[in-house]
Structures are given as C-alpha cells and as structure tokens.
C-alpha cells in the first residue's frame, strides 16, 4: 500500500467556508464552485484519465448530481450501469476492467467478483457505526441512538407520543463512502462527512435526501475518490483493491475534521411498512406528520382503514400542520354533529381542500397543533400486482372503498393567496416591498414538485391575483417553488385516470396557460383567455425564477420562460421530455431555442442527460447561480429574495445577466433601447421586451403553443406513440424493474441507441398533419399552417454521427422509396446583422376563420431561421436525411400534400372557452417531426387581416377548465381571483380513440371513432423495482444492508 500523502482536507474546509462566505456577500456567477472542489488537486489529475463506472439501482437526483459533478471535474470515463442483476453488474465490470466502481445509489448486494477485483465504492446515508436500508427513517422518526436495541427503540418511536420521550434530538447526521467487501456492513471508510440536522418534524425523506445528504455525500464522494487514486494509482492495477483507507479517514468527517457529534449509532433493521401505522389515539399531529415525512417516497405512512367498508388501508404521503384550533371554522365540525372542537373524535376527518383531507388530532396540550392535513395517497399493492399511482388523498379514500368516511365533511376553502403561518396553503403569495415597489413571490406545495391540471389552475390564479392593481405597485412576479421547484405534468394523476390520454391533454394545456401568461406577448393573436388581459410587460411586470430545488421536464421550461432564472448552486436540471415518450410543450420551443441557441437547445432535448446548474448557465438556460454547494433551502431563499430587492431599486445602467428578450442587443432589428439611468432596470426591461415583440421576426408567441400542442396530441392519441408513451409512464410510475440501461449513459459497451434517442422516434405513420385536433373535438387551430418551423430541429447533419460507445442502428428504406428534397432558397431580411432572421411578421388579430393559400417554401433550416442561432450566419445546405422524407406505408409520410388538399378549407381559431372540451385553453399545432419539421417540401403562408390592436382590459376574473379527474368523469373547475374553488360534475366527455390507421382525411369530429382506454400490459409489472418495501419476504433477497435506503423519487427527468 503506497504511503503518499492522501489530498488536503483542510484545504477542502477552506475552500468551502471560502465559497460560503462569498456568496452571502455577492451574487456573482463565480463566487463558488459547483461542489467541494472547483477542480481537482494538482496530484490527482490523473483521476480524469480513469475509468469509473457507476452502478445504481436507478439514475435517481444523487446519481445525476454525481454525473454533473464528475462532468464539471472533468473526469472523461465515466460510465453508467443498472443493476439490475449480478449477471449485469458482472458483465459490465469484466467488459470495461474500470479503475474505480463507484456506486451512488445501490439496493443490491455487490457480487464478490467486483468487489473482489476492482474498489468499489458504496454512498451510504449515514455516519460510520450506522448500517442498514432505512438510516434515513430511523433518523427522521427521532432515534437518537440511546436505545441499542432496535425493537425496543422502534416500539418507542412508532407507538408512542414524542411528547413523552426523554433525551435530546440527534444533532448531525452523516453519509460515508466505504470500499464494499465480503461483509455487508464492513467496509473500510475512504472518506465521510457529517451535517447538521434540522429539527425533526421540519423534512421529508426525499428533501433530506436531496439536500443535506447530497451535499454532504457529493463531498465524501469525491474526497474518497481522490484519496482511493493517490493511494493506489501507482500500484499495480489487480493489487489496487487490496489498498485500505488510513485509520484516521474512516474517524474524522472531510469539512469539519471531527469525529461524528451525533451520538451513539447502530446497525438498525428495515422498517417495514406495516409497521409505520400512526395511532390517532396516542399520536399528536406532530407525531403524524413526523413518521409520514419518515416514510416520504416510499412506503408511505399506513393508515388503518378508515370505515368498516373495506379493509384496505391507505399508505399516506404530504402532512402539514394546522397551529390553531380556534380558527378551525365552526361550520366544519357542527355540520358532523359536534358542538365544539373538543368533541370531535380523534382521527375525524373534518374538512377537504384541494384533494388533501383535515384530520383532527390528539392535544395534550394548548399548544399542539389542532389537527393535520394529508395531501396523497396510495392504495398498498397485492402480492402479483403492480404498484398503484399515488393520488390527491380524496381520490384514494373513494378508490379504496371508504367513501362514507367523506360523508358530510365539506371543503374548507382557502380563502385568500395572501401567506398565512400556522396552516397548509398549496399556494400562497408573500410580498417584497422596496420603497413603493413591490415584488410579489409565489410559493407552492405540490408533492414531488408535479403539476396537476386542478394546481395548474390555482397557480395561474394565484399569478393573476398577485399582480392585480388592488395589490399595488407591483414591479416584478416571482416564482419561488417549494422543496421541488416542478417537475411539469402529473404522471401519477395522470396515470390513475380512467383517460390518461385526455388527462395529459387537460394537463399540459393548462401548463401552458401559466407559461403563456409569463411570457406576455404583445401580439394580438394570442391564445382567447389572454386576449383582453394587458401583457406583463406591457405593465412594467418583469417575471422571475427562483429554482431553489431540482427540476426537470415542463418545470425547467416554466422557469426557461420568465425574464431572469435563477438557480440555487447543485442544482440539478432535466429539460428532456423524450424519455417519457412526450415531445413536450411550455413554449420551449420558444424560450430554448432563444436563450440557447439551435443546437444548444436540440442537444438538450435529444440527449436527454441532466445539466448542473453551472452548466445551465453556461448553455443560457440560468441566468444567475446563487449560493454555495452547502447552501440550505433557506439561504437559498433569502439569497433569492436580496436579488429581487436588488432587481427592485436597480436602474438601466447596472448590468443584469437575463433572458435575451429583455436585454440590450446592439445587433436586435431594429436594436434594443441602450440603457439609460433615467429608467428603472424593471422598466427598461420591459420596453426592451416589448420593443422585441413589436418589431419581431418570429412569430407569435401561441404559434410556438400550437406546434407543441399538436405533438402532445400524437402523443396521446396516436396509435403508435399513445402506445409508447402509456407504456413507458405505466413502468414509470409503477416502479416496474428495470432490465437495461438507457443507452445515453452507456459508455463501457458498443450498444444500440434507445429507440428515443433516433430520428425515427418522432414519426406518427399514416397521421394526416391537422386531424390530430378532431381527436380532441376542436377545429384546426389557424396557425398551424405555419407553425411548422417554430420546431427545434433535434438532428442535424453533424448529429447523425453516433457517439462514442454507442452505435445507432441503421434503418434502410427500399429502392421502392421515392425521396423528394427541398431546395435551400431562404430568403433573409437584407441588411440585417444576422441572416438567419426571417422577415419579420406582423402582429395580428385571428378572425374566427382565415383563408389559407399554398406557397412554396425555403429550405430545412429555415424552420428556426426566425430565432437566436449559435450556429455562424451562413445556410446550411441540408443533408439528405435533413431533406428527404419517404413515401412508405409506416415510414415518415409527407403530410404537406394531405394538408394541401384542405387549402381552401377555412381554418378557425378554437376558443379556448371554460367550456371547451378538454383544457381551460386550446392551443393549436402540428404534428410528425420527420417529414415537417426538418424537409419541409412546402408550407403555407396565412394572408393576415390588417393588423388591429387587442381590447386591454383587467385581468379576467374567472376561468374554468376541465380535466379528468376520477373515471370517465370531468370536473369544471371555476377559477376565480379568490383562492376558493368551486367544484361541479359534468357530463362524459367524447373520447378520442386509438386508430391504427389514420385516415388520409379529416374528418368531422362527430365521426372520430371512441374507444375505451385499455391499461399496458406489461409483462413482469408486479416485479417492482423495490420489493422489499411492499413484499417483506423478499426482503434478505433483494437489500444490502450496507447500501442506500429506497428513495424512490418519481421525477420525469430520470425516466
């Protein structure tokens, strides 16, 4: 074993209370590095050259914040492999001959020919003496290590009130990196790192798992790589595994070099979900709340079944407090039969908001809490059965067959968005006063950061109400998140509705509303809700986003869309969507392609890997990365909210780094205002964007609406991708076992690229571009004759190269295929900077019907020529599989000569009613990416009305959408200002059915052929990824007890 002196730890220290101070005082860019070290030490530069192989259970939050992290390091070889069993970790191993195994996230025993052959390090989430798969639990439940015996300390922690426990609360927790061997708890410590822990009740599992513990680990992690490389790199490389960690390493942390300050620990068991049970006759809400956040993700918390029935319980997700029992409202309990809040029975369910139940709770004493509102739950899976979706409680309570326990309990309504302590506020809004300027930052709740039709609905009124005049002289909307900033659509929800395919409709439309009222475009075609409701900016509103937390999917392209994003340092971001068989909407064609460039912006979305929030910032997706990579959730926030005081009383002349659309440009048409210091820098970035929107050489902003939107239908209507992408959420969501990994983190193998990773994964065969609208019973949106080229072109000529470690597998078309090509004849606005603009496109109004003349058009790469290109200013001649496309039955169809044949049928502008079919606003689009969206043989030009400038009016003050919700049912859900809601049935609505073929013809709406949606089959579902939790005999086959307890995080961008 070599006796080289093993990397500074004290230099580590420095380093990050260098970077802690630093960002507290500055919000620069560079004022921290992304984690522990901003670059390697000079004596283990090497490690960039070795080979490392990461083995997971899953690419969870902590494996991509690894990748990231690696990525930003430098470290050249890294390559990823699911463990999905021996046979793979083995063969993987013996493929590559690795210099290093590291594994950020394992539920399985490591078989004895890796660990035997290559060092092999294990993230465990728990300081040295600890051991097992529930570490995280047992410390949240509050053991405090006093008791050794685990059944004698556990029968404490789960039956009986906390109020009676004696000693104090653990102070620090820990995470430590051990070399895995034949003993599952053995393992020599390379490096571990403890943290101070909250006070107990204050985190879920996920959020410590996510924060706390991911710091600290990122920091054990590459402290124990280091120490592993200087140790044995110059070793022999079949002696390396026999190296061992100084004795001193495995006793004190990296940062603080003290032994663990968290008292005593033990080996405890696998809490087993029958287990977590809270007890309304011995447990406060306090209690409550703390063994569900115990038990976040996964399991849940079980409660016993609520009524005689049925006897299936319900596991429980989401608890937050109510303090007061005083303000209880009275109604609430009378209408029961109860005259005073002290008669209610324990565990009564008294009220619903929002889909979560109010449970009255035990009180020993004044100042307990009165009771506990749960958000979610799930019904507990049976032995041969998959996992059932998580669910709004209200909705599980009804499936499980306990109804009755609803019956009589009327909604408790919030009554104002105005932040109110001491009670749960799925929304609420906090204001910023900075002399006579206001900032107004909305926060929200929403478990597992995913946005449900109904909660994109509260959140736009939540929007629209806090910048209402009556609110005062508001200068700038923030969008603040909670412990996830979101994570787009809701795949649970969507996933128990009876229509998941009208469910995804409902939903991404009703996210789009959100993003389309943040990113206020001027013109007056715009989509019908916002037509009389003044632009943001045309009010001198700037629009913030402050990602506090990770992100992935339609909530990176939400905050992609607001004037400045800010990022809180380690963040993780996903933009992709095509993991989860959606092509995805938000505007992003828009905000991605302006902030980052063409290729940037496809990268992103073809690749579909995670981004850390430093490589956000350098693509233009951040704008501004705050805080340090030790940064809690509340230093973040505060950081936030300085930068928006300081946003508040800047002027013009101080340099803000923000979204391309409100900042000085000296090359825009014509070019942007300088700065003056006559002018408010919210001010000015508001009639900059303005200038931007009217002298424009894109179009509309709802243009870019409508394309999305006509890809989501195919998504999830069309034969073929519905199929896909039902599938792929149905494994999603119901954690079915992996058994491969994705392709795009394979680098040890020469491997197939993933079906999404192909060109061909966009193809609808036999679709007729436009039909897909009579799917969802709406008209053919106006401009979807054009809207073809807001696409972001994903493959280009230079991207159909396979990457290292990857083939793509070769799809050749027959000699019978007849190819057609465009001529490249685009025709750029003379004298302008760049020549990629197109002429700019005028503003107009969309009558109820336009006529529509055929024209032809330039060539592929005119699709995206109307925005920001990093790209050099010359065309690009397209390559044959940018310009062709093939007349075959099954293979990509040009649908321009379809839709040419309906030139003269009058187009309409759907009204996005609250009485339309299926979403509070119908966009309009456009559907397959081969044969459009990069050979484009022709394209349609509308003749515009003379230009007319919108009614400005106040914001409207009601709107209603629909969404399905519960079986084949709709809720028309009123929005008003007010935070209240009004929920009322309607009638089924029409179902738009899966066609094999589809017609070559569109037809009236009221022939769309209706079938019933019919759940995936798919073989092996009931084989969960985590059995352990669910089936408790499968526990010593599938855990290691000295590896990761199962944080299951359900969050698109890992799909």
């Not at 022999?236 to 495995?250: C, G, I």
Request: net charge negative; aromatic share 8%.
């Amino acid at each position: 074993m070599s006796t080289d002196e093993g990397p500074s730890t004290g230099t580590m220290h420095e380093l990050n209370a260098e970077a802690s101070t630093s960002s507290t005082t500055r919000l620069s860019n560079l004022d921290a590095p992304l984690g522990p070290l901003s670059s390697l030490p000079a004596s283990s530069t090497g490690l960039q050259e070795w080979k490392i192989l990461l083995l997971c259970t899953a690419v969870n939050s902590f494996s991509q914040r690894v990748i990231t992290y690696f990525d930003f390091l430098g470290l050249k070889n890294v390559s990823v492999q699911i463990a999905s069993n021996d046979e793979a970790m083995i063969s993987a191993c013996e493929e590559w001959d690795p210099d290093m195994v590291v594994c950020p996230f394992l539920t399985r025993v490591i078989p004895e020919r890796v660990f035997g052959r290559w060092t092999t390090l294990v993230v465990h989430p728990g300081p040295p003496g600890d051991a097992g798969p529930s570490s995280l639990d047992w410390v949240l439940l509050g053991d405090n290590g006093s008791d050794a015996d685990s059944t004698s300390a556990l029968n404490t922690l789960l039956n009986t009130s906390s109020t009676s426990w004696s000693g104090e609360r653990r102070s620090h927790w820990g995470t430590i990196v051990f070399q895995a061997n034949e003993h599952l708890d053995g393992g020599a410590i390379w490096a571990w790192e403890q943290y101070e822990l909250p006070t107990l009740g204050t985190l879920t599992k996920a959020q410590l798992y996510q924060t706390l513990h991911s710091q600290g680990a990122i920091s054990a992690l590459i402290t124990a790589m280091i120490r592993v490389y200087e140790t044995t790199s110059t070793l022999p490389k079949d002696q390396r595994v026999s190296a061992r960690p100084r004795e001193e390493w495995q006793k004190l942390s990296v940062t603080s070099q003290l032994t663990f300050q968290g008292g005593s620990t033990h080996e405890r068991p696998l809490i087993q979900s029958k287990l977590r049970k809270p007890d309304f006759a011995i447990h406060t809400a306090t209690d409550v709340q703390r063994i569900i956040y115990a038990s976040d993700s996964q399991p849940g918390a079980q409660l016993a079944p609520l009524t005689g029935d049925s006897k299936t319980s319900l596991f429980a997700y989401g608890a937050h407090l109510h303090l007061d029992a005083a303000t209880v409202p009275k109604e609430l309990y009378t209408c029961l039969g109860y005259e005073s809040m002290d008669q209610v029975p324990d565990g009564r369910i008294l009220a619903h908001r929002h889909g979560a139940i109010f449970v009255k709770t035990r009180s020993t004493d004044p100042e307990d809490a009165a009771g506990v509102w749960i958000t979610h739950g799930r019904v507990p899976k049976k032995a041969g059965t998959p996992l059932e979706p998580k669910v709004p409680m209200v909705q599980a309570i009804e499936s499980s067959g306990h109804a009755s326990a609803l019956q009589g309990v009327q909604e408790w309504s919030q009554e104002t968005f105005d932040h109110v302590p001491g009670t749960w506020q799925e929304v609420y809004v906090k204001s910023i006063h900075q002399g006579d300027r206001l900032a107004q930052c909305v926060y929200w709740n929403f478990y597992n950061g995913a946005f449900s039709t109904r909660q994109c609905q509260l959140l736009l009124k939540a929007c629209q109400w806090a910048v209402e005049p009556e609110r005062g002289n508001v200068k700038a909307l923030a969008l603040m998140g909670g412990s996830y900033f979101s994570n787009g659509i809701a795949l649970n929800t969507i996933e128990a509705s009876a229509h998941p395919g009208q469910e995804t409709w409902a939903n991404i439309s009703a996210i789009d509303d959100i993003v389309e009222f943040l990113v206020s475009d001027t013109s007056a075609d715009r989509s019908p809700f916002m037509r009389h409701v003044e632009p943001l900016c045309e009010r001198g509103i700037v629009t913030v986003a402050c990602v506090r937390s990770n992100a992935a999917a339609g909530g990176v392209a939400l905050a992609a869309g607001c004037d400045v994003v800010m990022a809180g340092r380690g963040v993780v971001l996903n933009p992709a969507y095509r993991a989860m068989g959606l092509h995805g909407s938000e505007f992003h064609s828009y905000s991605y392609l302006t902030r980052c460039g063409e290729s940037r912006s496809a990268a992103m979305l073809r690749d579909m890997m995670p981004q850390s929030s430093t490589q956000s910032r350098e693509t233009g997706l951040v704008d501004i990365e705050i805080g340090s990579c030790t940064s809690t959730s509340s230093e973040i926030e505060s950081l936030c909210i300085e930068q928006i005081k300081t946003l508040l009383q800047s002027s013009s002349t101080q340099p803000l780094q923000c979204a391309p659309w409100s900042t000085f440009t000296s090359d825009s048409t014509p070019p942007s205002i300088a700065p003056s210091v006559h002018i408010s820098l919210t001010d000015w970035m508001c009639k900059v964007k303005r200038d931007k929107y009217r002298h424009r050489s894109f179009p509309p902003l709802v243009h870019f609406r409508t394309e999305e939107l006509s890809q989501m239908l195919l998504d999830s209507f069309h034969s073929i991708r519905s199929k896909r992408y039902h599938e792929r959420r149905y494994k999603f969501i119901r954690k079915v076992k992996s058994d491969a990994t994705p392709s795009r983190y394979i680098r040890h193998r020469q491997v197939e690229q993933d079906e999404e990773e192909r060109e061909e994964f966009d193809d609808a065969p036999g679709w007729t571009r436009g039909e897909e609208w009579s799917w969802a019973d709406l008209p053919i949106p106006a401009s979807l004759a054009t809207s073809e080229k807001t696409r972001v072109p994903l493959y280009s000529a230079d991207d159909n190269a396979p990457r290292k470690a990857s083939i793509v597998v070769s799809h050749v078309e027959s000699d019978t295929c007849t190819a057609v090509e465009s001529s490249p004849n685009l025709e750029a606005e003379a004298g302008t900077p760049d020549k990629s603009l197109l002429r700019p496109i005028e503003p107009m109004s969309t009558p109820s019907t336009e006529n529509v003349s055929f024209t032809a058009l330039s060539s592929p790469g005119s699709m995206n020529q109307s925005l920001p290109s990093d790209e050099d200013d010359t065309v690009r001649t397209p390559s044959p599989r940018q310009s062709t496309f093939f007349k075959k039955q099954g293979r990509r169809i040009s649908s321009s000569s379809q839709f040419a044949s309906m030139v003269n049928t009058p187009l309409s502008t759907p009204a996005v009613t609250p009485d339309g079919p299926l979403s509070g606003s119908k966009s309009k689009a456009s559907g397959r990416f081969k044969s459009f969206s990069k050979r484009l043989s022709g394209a349609f030009t509308l003749k515009p009305p003379p230009p007319s400038r919108p009614s400005i009016l106040p914001p409207a003050q009601t709107f209603k959408t629909q969404a399905v919700q519960n079986g084949p049912k709709l809720q028309n859900v009123t929005a008003a200002t007010r935070a209240s809601m009004t929920v009322v049935r309607s009638p089924k609505p029409t179902i738009p059915g899966h066609r094999a073929t589809l017609s070559t013809s569109l037809p009236p709406s009221s022939t769309t052929t209706k079938s019933t949606y019919q759940s995936p089959k798919i073989k092996g579902a009931e084989q969960c990824d985590f059995p352990c939790l669910y089936e408790p005999t499968e526990v010593k086959k599938t855990t290691n007890h000295a590896v990761n307890e199962p944080i299951i995080e359900e969050v698109a961008g890992q799909a």
